[in-house]
């Protein structure tokens, strides 16, 4: 089946330790997205990368980091500096080049909590 | 700025109940709209979309939204909820045309009871 796997479910980490999030897509997608989730607050951009090697800050990209070696992979890296990095994380997938390029498909989240 | 506004933060409905969720966006130019729901414990899957063509969209579930371009908004509707509805519903709004930043709303909570 095609989709987006997300790793782990749930991460606990202490204040001031970096944690890596994972991503990975076999959907053949060219675009990648991280988005945060928080109550009331609805989904905000994190990053974004449209090819591979290439990627672009999103609203709220102060605290986060990330790479696109591979077209399958976009890991979401959450380093200490982000104030309050305790929330729902989630990656997304979108296909440019055909008519529907900004219907993205949903990974199942990764609940980050920062003890 | 770009935005999405989703009136109702939470909504409960008895089952068999109509349904209407607002939405309405600030955009300037030609949009793609989106719905996605996210089931309780499920991934956000996409409800429906409107590119073009029809405005009165049909997706899964016996969902509808109707996109008036002249109101700028983008309502879904059910005509009878379920039970198995209980989800939070977002509204998704996106200019056309190649790569856009697509801007969602804050969700509307929806508890159907039976």
């Known amino acids: 089946d095609g989709g987006i796997t997300q790793s782990p479910k749930y991460l606990f980490r202490k204040e001031g330790q970096n944690v890596t999030l994972s991503c990975e897509q076999n959907?053949?997608?060219?675009?990648m997205y991280w988005y945060r989730q928080d109550p009331g607050q609805g989904l905000r951009l994190i990053y974004y990368s449209q090819i591979v090697n290439d990627f672009q800050k999103g609203d709220i990209a102060e605290g986060y980091s990330v790479s696109r070696e591979k077209k399958e992979s976009f890991p979401l890296t959450v380093t200490s500096a982000q104030k309050n990095p305790t929330a729902f994380y989630l990656c997304?997938?979108?296909?440019?080049?055909?008519?529907?390029?900004?219907?993205?498909?949903f990974g199942p989240g990764t609940r980050l909590t920062v003890l | 700025a770009q935005s999405v506004s989703q009136h109702n933060h939470h909504v409960i409905l008895s089952e068999a109940a109509s349904l209407e969720l607002g939405c309405n966006y600030s955009?300037?130019?030609?949009?793609?709209l989106f719905w996605y729901v996210q089931y309780p414990g499920q991934h956000l899957q996409l409800l429906l979309k409107y590119f073009s063509g029809d405005p009165l969209v049909k997706g899964i579930k016996g969902f509808e939204a109707e996109f008036i371009k002249s109101k700028f908004s983008f309502n879904l509707r059910k005509p009878s909820v379920q039970w198995s509805d209980t989800a939070e519903y977002f509204c998704a709004v996106s200019l056309s045309g190649g790569y856009q930043k697509v801007t969602f709303g804050i969700g509307t909570k929806l508890q159907v009871i039976p």
């Open positions: 997304a997938s979108s296909s440019p080049g055909t008519d529907y390029y900004n219907e993205q498909f």
């Open positions: 955009y300037g130019g030609t949009v793609n």
């Open positions: 959907l053949n997608h060219d675009a």
